[in-house]
């Protein structure tokens, strides 16, 4: 849980993220945020983005599948922020920090890489995007999307809903420290498309 209560993201005295439903509820926000998104994360693929991937891409995605919950969809937040003893990076760091990750992200020399070597660098990305933690929230679905995203581009599919989102959650917080979970995880998921 974010340490929330006096964040400029949150209802006055609570932890509740201020949303276009206006909803004050936990539980509720949750819930309609969850079913929402679940619906963006299952038509995004149909839109057939043509866009490099750069952190514009990233931005784009996160818009796409929170824009009818948060104004904050697709905007870096402006806040630090913390989850269980996890300090993600300093918010004024986002900006450059980002586009180094994204200069990692080259699809064509991807595409020539064994398979085990793209595992690698397909879990480097992701753990390196969770630790920039760019989004006030929704990272997580985020970075899953545009993780899909890369696989099919160079060939492979990955289906996370496969996948059980504690194994995810787990797996991602211990690759802060020790991808090993990680890249297993994905070693397992990640098809080459035939
Ligand atoms: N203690 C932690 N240390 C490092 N990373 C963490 C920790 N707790 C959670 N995370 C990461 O943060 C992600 C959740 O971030 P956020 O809530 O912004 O995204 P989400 O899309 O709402 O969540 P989820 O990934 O659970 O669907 C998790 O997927 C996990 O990768
Ligand atoms: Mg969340």
């Given at each position: 849980m974010y340490d929330a209560i006096n964040s400029k993201y949150t209802y006055k005295g609570t932890d509740i993220l201020k949303n276009k439903l206006d909803i004050k509820d936990e539980e509720l926000l949750k819930e309609y945020e969850t079913r929402i998104v679940a619906f963006k994360i299952a038509t995004?693929?149909?839109?057939t983005i043509k866009m490099e991937y750069s952190p514009e891409r990233l931005k784009f995605i996160h818009k796409y599948l929170f824009e009818d919950i948060f104004y904050f969809a697709g905007e870096y937040r402006q806040e630090n922020i913390t989850k269980g003893n996890f300090r993600f990076s300093e918010y004024v760091y986002i900006e450059d920090n980002i586009k180094q990750i994204f200069q990692k992200i080259d699809i064509e020399e991807m595409k020539k890489m064994s398979f085990n070597e793209f595992i690698k660098i397909l879990s480097y990305i992701m753990t390196e995007l969770n630790v920039l933690?760019?989004?006030?929230?929704g990272n997580g679905r985020t970075i899953r999307e545009l993780i899909r995203e890369v696989c099919f581009d160079c060939g492979y599919v990955i289906?996370?809903?496969?996948?059980n989102h504690d194994d995810i959650l787990k797996a991602s917080i211990k690759a802060v420290f020790d991808e090993t979970e990680q890249i297993k995880m994905l070693r397992r998921s990640v098809k080459k498309v035939i």
């Open positions: 995004i693929s149909t839109l933690h760019p989004f006030r929230e289906d996370w809903y496969e996948i």
